[in-house]
């Protein structure tokens, strides 16, 4: 048996980790879009590294889209097989790979009606068409279920505490008689976050496929969310005068912004501006989340008690058409505009960057990790020019961030994570899904907590597994 790494090796986005088994079985883990790499970042999307016609399954670990973005090129390509997920991450990943495909479509029309002499057409990667075919090939598989995928192998998911329906994926697979137990951590969440449950133990992996995003960073910051977003709010929409744009992921991230407004607006303290969540698919994340109440902490279901709408309050819209979305841009009063995707890569949110990056009565508020290739990974590193559209913006609006809504655990949750494992019957560590600075300075933390086989994949290696 090998696993080969095909994405999210040294990098945070293109989640892809396949097991190849001595009889030709394929298991593919996640089949992530990369996002945010630049100029490579098409390149990397065209060329898988493995043949989808031979994949047998995929397990899916969760719905965002650097884990599931993918899927549709793998089926359009030939794969055939069964994609094991959980029913919120099947309910999620539904309207996410719809709203790329349908992103994609767009930004690619877009970027066609302003080409310049000499550039090719560009040409999504698949189209809804894709979709609605992958969709009919999932499957799903409930937490704590002991399933069985053939003979030989089985499957069994808990919680991650990442997203909704986030899951790690423990599969034992018996060869020549012989049980080996890996584990894919998938991304882990928070303890103690804002909505979710905090992520759960499992049982002991002689394998484990660990994420590391943050893997040398602690989320502490010195204000609690709802005192930042007060003070950047009034800051920027009172005494500036003017705009507060945030991107955030559609999943999570949103949620946890409005629940944060909706506890400010709890306790008297909301200003009175008018708020923008601009994104359709936001608006679908958010109702699929309302009807998983099973996931939230117990801190929520207090809230719930006092509040049965915990993600709407006072001067609360959500903007749907393209239209109502292009007239904010004209809207000269102050306001909050959360808009998709995090990282400031694509959708509706990119425009209203460009539109308000050059005025410095505005804020820039990022909300969770960016690639740093990424326009949201360029404006936190303090980039005076950057460009959006192929053209070029001298960067006037304030850039702010709150590290402490990243929806990835920092390296004591990960460590915590593993707490339940005892290192010296863990054979190999691989770090996955992180900087390649980050997961050295990680290594030797889980060097020091006792694991002492831990290895950094590079993109496309594979390693034998006994």
Do not use: W
């Given at each position: 048996?090998?696993?080969?790494?095909?994405?999210?090796?040294?990098?945070?986005?293109?989640?892809?980790?396949?097991?190849?088994?001595?009889?030709?079985?394929?298991?593919?883990?996640?089949?992530?879009?990369?996002?945010?790499?630049?100029?490579?970042?098409?390149?990397?999307?065209?060329?898988?590294?493995?043949?989808?016609?031979?994949?047998?399954?995929?397990?899916?670990?969760?719905?965002?889209?650097?884990?599931?973005?993918?899927?549709?090129?793998?089926?359009?390509?030939?794969?055939?097989?069964?994609?094991?997920?959980?029913?919120?991450?099947?309910?999620?990943?539904?309207?996410?790979?719809?709203?790329?495909?349908?992103?994609?479509?767009?930004?690619?029309?877009?970027?066609?009606?302003?080409?310049?002499?000499?550039?090719?057409?560009?040409?999504?990667?698949?189209?809804?068409?894709?979709?609605?075919?992958?969709?009919?090939?999932?499957?799903?598989?409930?937490?704590?279920?002991?399933?069985?995928?053939?003979?030989?192998?089985?499957?069994?998911?808990?919680?991650?505490?990442?997203?909704?329906?986030?899951?790690?994926?423990?599969?034992?697979?018996?060869?020549?008689?012989?049980?080996?137990?890996?584990?894919?951590?998938?991304?882990?969440?928070?303890?103690?976050?804002?909505?979710?449950?905090?992520?759960?133990?499992?049982?002991?992996?002689?394998?484990?496929?660990?994420?590391?995003?943050?893997?040398?960073?602690?989320?502490?910051?010195?204000?609690?969310?709802?005192?930042?977003?007060?003070?950047?709010?009034?800051?920027?929409?009172?005494?500036?005068?003017?705009?507060?744009?945030?991107?955030?992921?559609?999943?999570?991230?949103?949620?946890?912004?409005?629940?944060?407004?909706?506890g400010l607006e709890l306790k008297g303290k909301l200003p009175d501006v008018s708020y923008y969540v601009d994104s359709p698919l936001s608006s679908k994340a958010t109702e699929i989340l309302k009807n998983h109440p099973e996931v939230y902490n117990n801190g929520v279901k207090e809230t719930l008690k006092v509040d049965h709408d915990i993600f709407g309050f006072k001067g609360l819209r959500f903007i749907e058409s393209v239209e109502e979305s292009k007239a904010l841009n004209a809207d000269p009063r102050p306001c909050v505009i959360i808009s998709a995707s995090g990282m400031a890569e694509a959708g509706r949110v990119k425009h209203h960057i460009r539109n308000n990056i050059g005025n410095h009565k505005n804020t820039i508020l990022m909300v969770g990790y960016c690639e740093?290739?990424?326009?949201?990974?360029?404006?936190?590193?303090?980039?005076?020019?950057?460009?959006?559209?192929?053209?070029?913006?001298?960067?006037?609006?304030?850039?702010?961030?709150?590290?402490?809504?990243?929806?990835?655990?920092?390296?004591?949750?990960?460590?915590?994570?593993?707490?339940?494992?005892?290192?010296?019957?863990?054979?190999?560590?691989?770090?996955?899904?992180?900087?390649?600075?980050?997961?050295?300075?990680?290594?030797?933390?889980?060097?020091?907590?006792?694991?002492?086989?831990?290895?950094?994949?590079?993109?496309?290696?594979?390693?034998?597994?006994?």
């Amino acid at each position: 048996m090998n696993i080969a790494f095909h994405g999210a090796a040294r990098t945070v986005t293109g989640s892809k980790h396949l097991i190849t088994l001595k009889n030709g079985t394929q298991i593919l883990l996640d089949c992530g879009l990369f996002q945010g790499m630049g100029h490579v970042t098409d390149k990397l999307n065209d060329f898988f590294g493995f043949d989808a016609k031979k994949v047998t399954y995929l397990v899916l670990s969760h719905a965002h889209i650097d884990h599931c973005g993918l899927l549709p090129k793998l089926v359009a390509e030939g794969f055939e097989g069964k994609i094991f997920c959980t029913s919120a991450t099947m309910d999620l990943a539904r309207i996410l790979m719809m709203d790329s495909a349908k992103i994609q479509m767009q930004d690619a029309e877009f970027s066609n009606r302003h080409l310049r002499e000499g550039e090719e057409m560009e040409e999504p990667l698949y189209t809804d068409e894709d979709v609605t075919k992958t969709l009919g090939q999932m499957k799903i598989v409930e937490y704590e279920e002991d399933f069985e995928i053939e003979a030989g192998i089985r499957l069994r998911f808990t919680d991650a505490g990442h997203i909704l329906g986030s899951a790690a994926v423990h599969l034992t697979i018996a060869e020549e008689g012989k049980p080996t137990r890996i584990t894919f951590s998938g991304d882990v969440g928070r303890y103690g976050d804002l909505l979710l449950k905090s992520p759960q133990q499992f049982d002991q992996a002689d394998y484990i496929l660990m994420e590391s995003t943050y893997g040398d960073s602690l989320h502490k910051d010195l204000d609690p969310i709802e005192n930042m977003l007060l003070e950047i709010i009034n800051n920027t929409c009172k005494i500036k005068k003017g705009k507060v744009i945030i991107p955030a992921f559609a999943v999570g991230r949103t949620q946890e912004l409005l629940y944060a407004l909706n506890g400010l607006e709890l306790k008297g303290k909301l200003p009175d501006v008018s708020y923008y969540v601009d994104s359709p698919l936001s608006s679908k994340a958010t109702e699929i989340l309302k009807n998983h109440p099973e996931v939230y902490n117990n801190g929520v279901k207090e809230t719930l008690k006092v509040d049965h709408d915990i993600f709407g309050f006072k001067g609360l819209r959500f903007i749907e058409s393209v239209e109502e979305s292009k007239a904010l841009n004209a809207d000269p009063r102050p306001c909050v505009i959360i808009s998709a995707s995090g990282m400031a890569e694509a959708g509706r949110v990119k425009h209203h960057i460009r539109n308000n990056i050059g005025n410095h009565k505005n804020t820039i508020l990022m909300v969770g990790y960016c690639e740093p290739n990424s326009l949201g990974g360029k404006l936190i590193a303090g980039q005076k020019v950057v460009e959006i559209f192929r053209d070029e913006y001298e960067v006037k609006a304030e850039v702010r961030s709150i590290k402490s809504m990243s929806a990835h655990g920092d390296y004591e949750d990960l460590l915590q994570f593993l707490s339940g494992q005892d290192p010296a019957k863990v054979k190999q560590l691989f770090l996955v899904h992180g900087e390649y600075e980050v997961q050295q300075h990680f290594a030797s933390k889980l060097k020091d907590a006792g694991f002492k086989h831990v290895a950094i994949p590079e993109y496309h290696q594979v390693f034998e597994i006994e």
